[in-house]
């Protein structure tokens, strides 16, 4: 069986987590899947966007799969820990933008691959939460440490020791949302955002994400001596000349990611 299902048009993959009858749960075979599947968009494809999304209206991912990890042992649980990190980590990094799409629940891991994200459109029926508490556990794919920077401490707090669910409207204003819609709305809003992504220079987008995520890495100081440094370096690329020269041309620009 294919977990990851993926479609590509106009510079634009989507990827779906292909397990419905399960919520889309992810197990290791779904992290390997789409672990694999993100180096194969870098490696072999054009794509300037991509779009993460579940299979059917129900679920985004509704988290991990309960059931294989009531089998594991402490080992099995760390490696299983070690896979959803850093395969949130590759998503968080990604050169090219990557765009949840949340279309139901995104409960636990469903939670922490949509805040991965670099943004997160959500139809009106999601519904996100850390529940890992209730089974005795903690979010372990990097909520705890994702869900403080985007909704602030005091209710990053309050939904991981709660464990209760967060409908969308109360996501987008916490911070948790860009953006909420109809779900029959929901991918075709999705891929208008995605699809003015495109149009940009790859250079500059892959510059602009790394930028951004230094504010998690680097002090206020430093960060700025990078993103000059991003700001300068890219004086030296066919993508800044062609944009640079297009608009004093007044012509629209056509971007090589050189």
Known sequence: MTFILKKIKNKICILTVNRPEHYNAVNMDVLSELDAKLDWIVEETDCRAVILTGKGDKAFIAGADI???????????????KMGQDLTIKIERFKIPIIAAVNGFALGGGCEFAMACHFRYAS???????????????????????????????????????????????????GLLNKVVPLEKLMPTVINIATLIVKNAPLAITATIKSINNVDILAFNEGLLQEQAEFFNLFDTEDTCEGLSAFVEKRKPKYSGK
């Open 67 to 81: 059931q294989a990890m009531q089998k594991m042992n402490k080992n099995q649980a760390e490696q299983f820990s």
């Open 124 to 174: 009106d029926n999601a519904v996100f939460g850390q529940p890992e508490v209730s089974l005795g556990l903690i979010a372990g794919w990097g909520g705890t440490q994702r869900l403080p920077r985007l909704v602030g401490k005091g209710r990053a707090f309050e939904i991981l020791l709660s464990g209760k669910n967060i409908n969308a409207e109360d996501a987008q204003l916490m």
